[in-house]
């Protein structure tokens, strides 16, 4: 699959996710570029604004298998990764695989859970591998966590740790719709769901390809180093306590490289990197003042680093790339 035939697939996907949820073309994007980054997302917003739609709308537009998990304070590890059971025909035990194996997995109020079984996902998402009773068993390619979680609710929940929060590429949110939006989700769902009647736009193996054609999107060491210098920026800065780790780094030049193939080229710029800053490294961040009680915070210390950090000349960053067309 060429540059070309990647970006069709993706806008595919995204006109598809579009019958669906209205608005949100930049939360869809970000979405998108995380699939193609081959990372997972975190969806954290209040109830009702979308983010359980938007995760069953991509589900759908995919034709590859869809797990959903909700998450209860009672979920036990082997509910998601499975079991081994004694098969008493055989004499022998028999792996029965759990939600964990498929290609989209949609963990639901994520922070729900006990943070046992939190810790199950840590494997799977960043190594797309399970292992159970001393035995590894592969994911399937693509492999795409999608999580969601309220801010507001905090009874019987369980805050996510900062090694989970680092396993997942970008923390975006939905938010509030305007008047006009809110007019036409009325319209649209007024008799009838469009989820129901949605039709997947592309096949599990083309995203895998994509994913594979994202990578090869060309980064110059320019900007490579602009990334670096973005990342050892939040580590020194005098509000945060705790920094973007070199996971953060990579993470962020994936979805680089998948912003720039979802804006029709095969080079990434400055502005690609800027884009995708804060929903990849804010929610790393831990600052000095205490708890987290948003993002807002930690938001405001990324676009600082983003006005203080010298931008490479863009002359010479696209000299091994072009556009697309």
């Not at 995380?34 to 975190?42: C, I």
């Not at 869809?66 to 008493?88: A, C, E, V």
């Not at 193996?205 to 054609?213: N, S, T």
């Amino acid at each position: 699959m060429n540059i070309k035939e990647a970006m069709d697939v993706v806008a595919r996907i995204s006109r598809n996710i579009g019958q669906v949820v209205v608005g949100k073309e930049e939360t869809i994007e970000f979405l998108l570029a995380s699939l193609l980054g081959n990372g997972h997302v975190l969806l954290e917003d209040v109830p009702g604004t979308g983010k359980t739609l938007l995760a069953k709308a991509l589900a759908k537009s995919l034709n590859g298998e869809f797990k959903r998990i909700q998450f209860t304070p009672d979920l036990l590890p082997s509910d998601l990764s499975g079991i081994n059971f004694y098969n008493q025909k055989s004499g022998d035990f028999d792996f029965r695989p759990g939600p964990l194996f498929t290609h989209i997995l949609l963990a639901d109020e994520i922070n729900r859970a006990t943070p046992r079984t939190q810790s199950s996902l840590l494997e799977c998402m960043e190594e797309r591998q399970v292992t159970i009773d001393g035995i590894t068993h592969k994911l399937a390619a693509p492999f795409f966590v999608m999580a969601t979680q309220n801010p507001i609710d905090n009874q019987g929940t369980f805050p996510l740790p900062e090694a989970q929060l680092d396993r997942f590429l970008m923390k975006i949110s939905m938010g509030y719709p305007t008047f006009e939006e809110g007019m036409d989700i009325l319209l649209r769902f007024q008799e009838r769901n469009p989820l129901d009647e949605l039709s997947p736009a592309a096949t599990a193996e083309e995203v895998a390809a994509a994913q594979r054609c994202a990578a090869q999107v060309h980064v110059s060491r320019d900007l490579l180093g602009y990334i670096l210098r973005i990342t050892e920026a939040t580590r020194k800065h005098p509000e945060v306590r705790l920094g973007a780790s070199p996971r953060a780094s990579g993470a962020l030049l994936r979805a680089s490289q998948g912003m720039a193939l979802i804006r029709g080229r095969d080079y990434v710029t400055p502005d690609d990197i800027k884009h995708v800053a804060v929903p990849v490294l804010a929610h790393r961040l831990l600052l000095r003042h205490g708890l987290k009680i948003g993002e807002a915070q930690e938001a405001g210390v990324i676009r600082q680093v983003l006005a203080e950090v010298e931008v490479p000349a863009e002359e010479t960053l696209a000299a091994k790339g072009k556009q697309v067309n």
